[in-house]
């Protein structure tokens, strides 16, 4: 397996620093999320999916998504619980897939593999509220690792069914944004 210096480096860096609090942590906490109306959860599924700004039935992987995941798996459709919620912890990863989440740190990773930068934020359990998490994935190429999602990028991602506010009792919402990718920071 090649692996090129520089990648590596971020890699060990990343490693080292802890998978559960990696760059960006401490950036979401705090964060309030607003689901203004209810958003439906397929039968057999306990997440909602959103690509390009706009809720999908599947993803590319390979492009910016977003997952809002509820607290249960149902036979029949669910719907979102709706109102404020906070984030009250987050987690960031470097994954070599999305789906089944094995982390780089594991398996190794080639320069010509895609890497998958995972940014989960834990919702807080207000009373009556279904909701779990809502976890943004970017694939990264060539061994070029950028930072988590911020918060304007994820906006971008979810659109106006989801809106992210940057902390408790903010009025002013997330607009404009860039794709995740275009911040290439972490370059080797």
Request: hydrophobic share 35%; with cysteine; aromatic share 8%.
């Amino acid at each position: 397996m090649k692996h090129r210096p520089g990648a590596l480096s971020v890699l060990m860096a990343a490693v080292i620093g802890g998978c559960a609090h990696g760059p960006g942590a401490g950036v979401w906490v705090g964060t309030e999320i607003q689901i203004p109306e209810p958003i439906e959860i397929s039968a057999g599924s306990a997440r909602a999916w959103f690509q390009g700004g706009r809720q999908v039935s599947g993803v590319d992987r390979f492009e910016p998504y977003c997952e809002l995941e509820i607290d249960t798996v149902s036979e029949s459709p669910q719907w979102s619980s709706t109102g404020n919620f906070r984030v009250i912890g987050e987690r960031y990863s470097l994954l070599r897939d999305p789906i089944t989440r094995i982390p780089t740190f594991i398996t190794g990773f080639n320069c010509s593999d895609p890497l998958f930068q995972e940014s989960i934020w834990r919702l807080d359990g207000t009373a009556g509220s279904n909701l779990h998490s809502l976890r943004c994935v970017v694939a990264y190429f060539d061994c070029r690792i950028g930072p988590p999602v911020t918060l304007p990028q994820a906006q971008a991602v979810v659109g106006p069914r989801i809106r992210l506010f940057d902390g408790p009792g903010s009025a002013r919402s997330l607009g404009s944004a860039t794709d995740p990718r275009s911040d290439r920071s972490g370059r080797d």
